[in-house]
């Protein structure tokens, strides 16, 4: 049964008896719209736990996860943990504007602009990591559970044209006071600085709990560490059903290993 609080309507999306449940936030889309893309005849059926209305969502919370503990008993649980804080703080760029050094030392030197330590901005991100350690740690007492990366920033031209429709920043300009056609998109090596710092946290608490990470894979991403436009879903942020393809390719190494 769905259920229903103050808040929106949690529910599973796909069938009861799936072999592995997808819990977190909407960075799952890409692994539900792939299982619509399967045959019959597949390793492994995976089923949702979202909202009805996948608009209507709302952060997670122990209401939340206390539900998914109803599909999960004795199955597997891919983990999909937020994946857009970099997006919400810094995909419009600021000013002054910022740079931020990457996991491969590499970042646009000639760049104007404040350097930002990673250790400052693992201080940043990490109180959004709040309740994962102990998710993961409660849903391993029943479940066999996997922590998937959550998928890289997109180019530049792609996300400008993505957020001309997307309401949460044709509200964050009227905010902010900024023309939109003024607005400017983070410069791509900050975003896939800030995007990596994320992946590391994940992993860092994965390995914590004794719960394997399984990254985003880098078939996905092309030069310059962004999302291959083929895998991009139609807004700023999100992944599509062929991403979705590569991460069950890799959680089917992960069920074969752990057999």
């Known amino acids: 049964m769905p259920l229903v609080t103050s808040r929106t309507e949690w529910t599973l999306h796909g069938d009861p008896n799936a072999d592995v449940i997808i819990a977190g936030d909407s960075h799952g889309g890409a692994l539900q719209m792939a299982e619509a893309l399967q045959s019959n005849d597949v390793e492994f059926k995976t089923a949702r736990v979202f909202a009805k209305n996948p608009e209507a969502a709302v952060p997670l919370d122990a209401e939340y996860w206390n539900y998914v503990r109803n599909f999960a008993r004795n199955k597997r649980v891919v983990v999909v943990w937020k994946g857009n804080q970099h997006n919400s703080a810094f995909l419009i760029r600021s000013n002054p504007p910022i740079k931020v050094l990457g996991l491969n030392g590499l970042s646009s030197k000639e760049q104007d602009g404040q350097w930002i330590s990673r250790s400052a901005l693992k201080d940043f991100f990490t109180p959004s990591f709040d ?41 964050f300009t009227i905010e902010t006071g900024r023309d939109p056609s003024e607005i400017s998109v983070e410069r791509l090596s900050n975003r896939v600085a800030l995007w990596e710092i994320l992946q590391e946290i994940l992993a860092d608490i994965a390995r ?52």
């Not at 409660?138 to 400008?160: I, Q």
């Not at 880098?218 to 991403?243: F, I, M, P, V």
Request: with cysteine; aromatic share 10%; proline share 6%.
């Open 131 to 171: 309740g994962l350690d102990s998710t993961l740690f409660d849903l391993s007492r029943f479940s066999k559970v996997v922590v998937v990366g959550t998928p890289p920033p997109k180019r530049d031209d792609f996300v400008l044209k993505a957020i001309s429709n997307e309401s949460y920043f044709r509200n």
């Open 208 to 259: 914590v709990a004794m719960v394997p990470f399984i990254p985003s894979p880098e078939s996905a991403r092309d030069q310059d560490g962004a999302l291959k436009r083929e895998y991009c879903y139609n807004d700023a942020t999100h992944a599509n059903a062929e991403y979705g393809l590569l991460i069950r390719a890799l959680i089917s190494e992960w069920i074969r290993e752990e057999q």
